[in-house]
């Protein structure tokens, strides 16, 4: 299934029934007009030719509808919360994780927001001292299909009155526009996944250019949104520590006050994937197979290549939260000294909050 990212490439929509009459799907049939669209009672009824990334599912959400990040087994956790509401990607990553997922599914978008949200105004109002992240990009491109279906922006109006609440969407897409009039904003966060020129043109499938995702960083920050930025996954080649300091240089003119945090990861991966990543030359470098299951480089080279950004990034942003994505209390120690817990400025990205039928945990 090769990548896309311009919206006419959706050839089919598929709407179950019950969610016919959401605003979301009124919007999406003016923009999606040129696909095809079938009303089914369920996901069982679209033909198998169907399958894939050219075709969208509407569905209200079933199951759980705040969950957690599954973070990974003998690793630190952020204990961020996730709402599923675009499920699959078509922009093609070469490291994504969806990638087995992508090849016999339609991306699938929950159009109905309210039980999302309701929860989350339940849990704000529940721990008011307590800081919530929570995300939508996990299984998914936060704004790919966004300006189609504006589901984003019922979740920043709502959480908006709730000062400890961080709401984030996170992108690797250029595709802002729709969000920049959204008021009020609160504490919400857009995200932009970053890595330098080549890795973008050789990793990244359809994904924005950096420049433009630099653009659209800034015209948000402009609007009133704060700034994430993910370096994640972030890989090694020769000359890597001059590609990532010239991107974290392009980011200087933004001021500290806008950036609500960063993450890093070094790049990661399943066994089971290996054979989708279809012999990318990053996959010949060292790697040791970690806890959870995922090779990743020797702790060494982590350690290194943590150390090197945290610097670049606190170079020019003294203060500003920078934590590690999925990495283990060693990796911290070497690179931090402690643990997040222990690091002022990370307490609260790593503070947990139960969620429905939990217990917490500390
Ligand atoms: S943008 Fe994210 S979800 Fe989409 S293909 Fe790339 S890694 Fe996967």
Known sequence: MSSFRSLAEIAHVYVERDALSLPAVERARESLAGASWHVVEGKEEMPPEDLNSRTLFLTRPKGRIVG??????GHVCCNYLTVDLYVGCPLGCSYCVMKGYLNFSPLVVHVDPRPAVEELVRLAETHPDRPIRVGTGEVGDSLFLDPVFRLSEEFIRALAPYPHVSFEVKTKTAS???LLGVAPKGRAVVGFSLNPPRVVAEEEGAAAPLEERLEAAKKVLDAGFRLSLHFDPIFRFPGWEDAYARVVGALAPFPADGIAWVSLGTIRYLPALKERMSGRPYLYDEFVLSRDGKFRYLQAMRVEVYRYMKDLITGIWPGTPVYLCMESAAVWYRVFGTLPRK???????FERV?????RRKR
């Open 176 to 178: 802002v526009d729709h």
């Open 343 to 349: 690091i002022p400025e990370l307490w609260a990205i």
């Open 354 to 358: 139960a969620l429905s039928g939990e």
């Open 68 to 73: 957690r990040c599954p973070g990974s087994r």
